[in-house]
């Protein structure tokens, strides 16, 4: 007997699903989606007038069934996953579950690597070319990735980083032959099909995870060898949005040499926990100035607000490097207190 849910589209389920798990989870699967998914999503949500309990419950679990078969993969692959599956939910459930996910789900290539802790890691690679490392790396998670680049010879650290950034689409016979070299020392996996991999948003995530040398020497290297992807890099490393990781004498420091004006329209455009965090740390008197600029603006352009914003990130990332204020940043800064 088919479910009230089977029905509905992927979007409608998945709006479904953020309303069940009510705004506050939502927000944080939000951030991990692209700007024109948020927006398809957000539409549908406000286009879903009412859900009955049983097909809340069908979208719920079926939203369970595949997250345990992702699992499932990730363990030992579809064949496991199958088994296990049959053993859970039945033979034809196990089918139809690893159906809907062998149409849109790739299981990542060197998923066995990413178990791998990552000074053990670094032993069967570090000796491996460039491209080789910016390969695997590219598939690691940002912590193991930062803790890899980190670790490497500092001549090598930027070339790897580029290469990184660069990359774009990836044979699926170069990364077998890869995983082949790794395979008498960790594991096997293979993917069928070509992988989008590497990129700019990448090597951001992993440099952001890094320590602030690293980081530093990297970037000074490619400032010289590619100076548009430096910028570029660099645009993406701190946004506006991640003044939250500042605490709040550093954001009284950066907001000395921020104009009222250049503050109204950045904040214009920004959620409220953010103009929560700067209004704290503002005068009383300031703070109202402020919220009444942003009221008499009226509509304003986006392009606006991001210019703005990133002129207050570019303030932040002067005065980190002249060491006025400290990031919060997973690679291993140490903090003297």
């Given at each position: 007997?088919?479910?009230?849910?089977?029905?509905?589209?992927?979007?409608?389920?998945?709006?479904?699903?953020?309303?069940?798990?009510?705004?506050?989870?939502?927000?944080?699967?939000?951030?991990?989606?692209?700007?024109?998914?948020?927006?398809?999503?957000?539409?549908?949500?406000?286009?879903?007038?009412?859900?009955?309990?049983?097909?809340?419950?069908?979208?719920?679990?079926?939203?369970?069934?595949?997250?345990?078969?992702?699992?499932?993969?990730?363990?030992?692959?579809?064949?496991?996953?199958?088994?296990?599956?049959?053993?859970?939910?039945?033979?034809?459930?196990?089918?139809?579950?690893?159906?809907?996910l062998t149409a849109s789900l790739?299981?990542?290539?060197?998923?066995?690597?990413?178990?791998?802790?990552?000074?053990?890691?670094?032993?069967?690679?570090?000796?491996?070319?460039?491209?080789?490392?910016?390969?695997?790396?590219?598939?690691?998670?940002?912590?193991?990735?930062?803790?890899?680049?980190?670790?490497?010879?500092?001549?090598?650290?930027?070339?790897?980083?580029?290469?990184?950034?660069?990359?774009?689409?990836?044979?699926?016979?170069?990364?077998?032959?890869?995983?082949?070299?790794?395979?008498?020392?960790?594991?096997?996996?293979?993917?069928?099909?070509?992988?989008?991999i590497g990129g700019v948003d990448?090597?951001?995530?992993?440099?952001?995870?890094?320590?602030?040398?690293?980081?530093?020497?990297?970037?000074?290297?490619?400032?010289?060898?590619?100076?548009?992807?430096?910028?570029?890099?660099?645009?993406?490393?701190?946004?506006?949005?991640?003044?939250?990781?500042?605490?709040?004498?550093?954001?009284?420091?950066?907001?000395?040499?921020?104009?009222?004006?250049?503050?109204?329209?950045?904040?214009?455009?920004?959620?409220?926990?953010?103009?929560?965090?700067?209004?704290?740390?503002?005068?009383?008197?300031?703070?109202?100035?402020?919220?009444?600029?942003?009221?008499?603006?009226?509509?304003?352009?986006?392009?606006?607000?991001?210019?703005?914003?990133?002129?207050?990130?570019?303030?932040?990332?002067?005065?980190?490097?002249?060491?006025?204020?400290?990031?919060?940043?997973?690679?291993?800064?140490?903090?003297?207190?």
């Open positions: 007997m088919a479910s009230e849910g089977s029905n509905l589209s992927g979007l409608q389920k998945a709006a479904i699903l953020l309303i069940t798990l009510g705004p506050e989870t939502s927000s944080t699967v939000f951030k991990h989606l692209k700007e024109e998914e948020i927006e398809d999503l957000t539409l549908e949500i406000a286009n879903t007038r009412s859900i009955s309990p049983q097909i809340k419950e069908d979208v719920i679990n079926e939203f369970y069934e595949i997250c345990l078969a992702q699992q499932y993969i990730a363990e030992g692959g579809i064949g496991y996953a199958k088994e296990l599956l049959e053993k859970a939910l039945g033979a034809d459930k196990a089918l139809d579950v690893i159906g809907k790739q299981v990542k290539p060197f998923e066995f690597v990413r178990k791998t802790d990552a000074s053990q890691l670094l032993s069967f690679i570090q000796d491996e070319h460039p491209q080789t490392i910016a390969l695997i790396l590219s598939y690691l998670s940002s912590n193991q990735a930062a803790l890899i680049l980190s670790a490497l010879p500092s001549d090598s650290q930027a070339d790897v980083a580029r290469r990184i950034a660069t990359m774009d689409r990836t044979s699926p016979d170069v990364i077998q032959e890869v995983e082949r070299v790794l395979e008498s020392k960790l594991a096997n996996l293979v993917n069928q099909d070509y992988t989008q990448q090597v951001v995530e992993i440099l952001n995870s890094t320590d602030r040398g690293t980081e530093k020497h990297i970037m000074e290297i490619l400032g010289i060898e590619d100076p548009e992807l430096a910028d570029e890099i660099k645009k993406k490393m701190f946004v506006f949005e991640d003044i939250m990781q500042l605490d709040d004498k550093a954001v009284q420091r950066v907001l000395r040499d921020v104009e009222n004006s250049e503050l109204s329209l950045a904040l214009k455009g920004s959620n409220e926990e953010v103009q929560g965090k700067i209004f704290k740390n503002l005068s009383q008197r300031l703070a109202d100035m402020i919220k009444e600029d942003m009221e008499f603006m009226g509509p304003v352009r986006m392009k606006d607000v991001e210019d703005a914003q990133q002129k207050i990130v570019n303030e932040i990332r002067k005065l980190e490097d002249a060491g006025e204020i400290v990031i919060s940043r997973g690679g291993g800064d140490d903090i003297i207190v």
